[in-house]
């Protein structure tokens, strides 16, 4: 009996080993959930991935009009922040909906083949968009460039300190969060990521200095969003 039992074992071994790895693969989930979402002087950039992140996610929900939650789940799917950027910006231009956008790019694999089709006039692309994709750029180089377009328009950035940031590495998590903090600090951008990039500080630190509670994150983004586009705005 003990002996049926062990070939019995032995035979379904070998069996899953002959299974291809994809077939057993779980679908790649990104997590996008953060244990540490407070500020600890004792441990200052342990939330800063997170106060990175949270500000980011509202800035796409306030820009596009869409629920924070929605952008957080597309994430938790696998969806990485360049392609929302991209398909979002897309959306909104052509009128076709972001999803759809979304699964026409996992088939052509290229956001520029997917934008190529679209009816979208001259003068909507944007200026930095208009050229990367003029260029052909590469994926990432246009989900920048939606990016630095929405930073300028919303006036979280001026142009000059917008350079000046991505030429001294700051992806685009940094510079959503260093415009806040510049807004209600009324420090310059620059500045403030000279310091954390130069371990002077933490982005935590920097929000508790500007008096910004994470819970509110959200709604000091959509504020300055919404205070943008009002022209009588002071800045």
Known sequence: MHFVTRCVFQLSLITLLMVPL??????????????????????????????LATTQNSFVAAVFGVDKKTIVLKKQEGISADDLWVAYWLAVRSGADPGSLLQEHKARGSWRQVAAPLTVSAGSWGGKVAEALKAGAADKRLANAVVDELLLRFRFLGAPELAALRKAGAGDQELILSGLIAAKTRQPAFQLYRQVNGGRTSWGALLQQARIDPADIQ??????????LNPVNGR
Do not use: G, Q
């Open 219 to 228: 709604p000091e983004v959509t504020a300055l969003v919404k205070k943008s």
């Open 22 to 51: 994809p077939a057993l693969a779980i679908p790649a989930i990104t997590c996008h959930c953060f244990t540490d979402r407070s500020y600890d002087p004792a441990h200052p950039t342990l939330a800063d991935p997170y106060f």
